[in-house]
């Protein structure tokens, strides 16, 4: 498909350990961001890349959280030492360009036991 | 500090009846706002968009209104359908920044047959 694809699609960790999550943006589209949703919540903005660069960051909760985009196209989320608040919905997001309509993965479910 | 606030949690509408959903914000510098759709397991999906240039945009059935001085903009569904019962966000974004946007709480609406 030609959608945005997000893997895992669920994920479990035991709290304390470190996880990746991956993304793959619609080929082209330079604008990618990752968001949070929590259950009740709408999505909550965390980062955005503006082809490999982190544009904006100011959503990132704290430290353990870090994201790249080395090639301007996949980028993955890392959380270090991750607690049980963590868990969350973890959605991806990419357009040709910024304020135009992001296009969102379906989302990976981090869940922290 | 909700910027964006959909104070509806729930909407119950019969089929082939209008539905509206509302969505307040206070940031004065936002100047683009979507409509997105989502279904469980599903990430956000795309509806429709309006540019704080204009007031009303319609895409088939569906229509946003905006309406500046009250930072008010309101999503109506005409005539409405069973497949349309989803959770709905509003989102936002201001000129100069990044285009990360940001969402309200979401209205589930339900359209009964």
């Known amino acids: 498909g030609a959608g945005v694809s997000q893997t895992p699609s669920n994920k479990v960790t035991e709290k304390g350990k470190y996880v990746e999550l991956r993304c793959d943006p619609i080929s082209g589209h330079t604008a990618l961001y990752w968001y949070r949703q929590s259950l009740g919540q709408g999505p909550e903005f965390l980062i955005y890349?503006?082809?490999?660069?982190?544009?904006?960051d100011s959503g990132l909760p704290n430290d353990r959280f870090f994201a790249v985009r080395p090639e301007g196209s996949v980028s993955t989320l890392k959380i270090q030492r991750t607690e049980r608040g963590d868990s969350a919905v973890y959605l991806c997001?990419?357009?040709?360009?910024?304020?135009?309509?992001?296009?969102f993965g379906q989302g990976t479910r981090l869940t922290v036991v | 500090d909700q910027q964006v606030k959909q104070n509806s949690p729930s909407l119950s509408v019969q089929e082939g009846r209008i539905s509206i959903l509302n969505c307040d914000y206070t940031?004065?510098?936002?100047?683009?706002f979507l409509w997105y759709k989502k279904y469980p397991a599903e990430g956000p999906t795309f509806l429709i968009s309006?540019?704080?240039?204009?007031d009303k945009n319609e895409d088939g059935r569906f229509t946003v209104f905006l309406n500046k001085s009250a930072k008010h903009l309101s999503l109506h569904i005409v005539p409405s359908q069973p497949g349309d019962s989803a959770v709905y966000f509003c989102a936002a974004s201001g000129s100069g920044n990044t285009g990360k946007l940001i969402f309200g709480q979401g209205t589930t609406l339900q359209v009964k047959p």
């Open positions: 940031n004065s510098m936002f100047d683009y």
């Open positions: 997001a990419s357009s040709p360009r910024r304020n135009t309509e992001a296009f």
């Open positions: 309006i540019s704080s240039i204009k």
């Open positions: 890349f503006q082809g490999t660069g982190a544009a904006d």
